[in-house]
């Protein structure tokens, strides 16, 4: 049978290979470019998940070897030399410090996928190896979907992927949703999921929350799995809202967009 922590290890494989493939045909033009993260080009988009894959092969390799996680002064290493890169170097590295960090994930055996424990550094506890591959492939899936939609705005998350951060978007709520842009406001929105023919509650209060259908909602939200992932990770501004989603009752998509404004 095919673990959760298999499932995610394939999905970083994939994901690597296709991204891989991508930024080696990249110009140097194109490195400069926008990408879909407002604020980055696509080469810094590159660098940030070339020194998060050092900043997590630590943490895995930490681990393996008893020590502690990596202090914050190693991940700000790690970013200092990432961000003195070229655009040029940084399309160069990256292939080469993402596939570390894949092999390293992928070297478990299936015991130690089933009952090792890695401390990522930031959370409560370590985890077990499904949990940092998901964690990872989160990361590692919007940002992927940054680099494709700054040359493509029809871009989609990685299917492979999307089940898995669906698994723990609303773990990601406490940290991302900004419920007081709706000024007081609170609804529960019925979401259908209309690729999947699934309903859930999004009930926006503080804290937001995502749950069973409500009987009697405020409001309907209807879209593919793969755009609400984006909505909740600040991924569907206009430009990158696809022409099926929709949206009735008193909260607009421009609400949405503030109360998940990304990270």
Sequence with gaps: ?????????????????????LVRGLTSEQLTGPSAASEWDLSQVISHLGSGAEINLEAVRASLEGRP???????????????????DERAVEFPIANQRLVEAYEAFDATQRAEHRIDVGWMPEPVDVATSAVLRLTEFGYHDWDVRAGLDPSATLAPEATVLIDDRIEGLF??????AFLDGRTADLLVTLTDLGERRGLHLKDPVTLGDAPAAPDGELSL?????????AGRLSAKYTPADVKITGPISLDDLRAVFPGY
Excluded: C, Y
């Design 224 to 232: 593919t799995l793969e755009a609400f992932l984006r909505l909740a």
């Design 174 to 179: 406490g940290w991302i949703a900004k419920p």
């Design 69 to 87: 996680a990596p202090e914050f002064e190693f991940n700000k290493g790690v970013w200092a030399r990432w961000d003195g890169m070229t655009p």
């Design 1 to 21: 049978m095919t673990s959760r922590a298999d499932q995610a290890i394939a999905a970083l494989r994939k994901g690597h290979e296709d991204l891989t493939a």
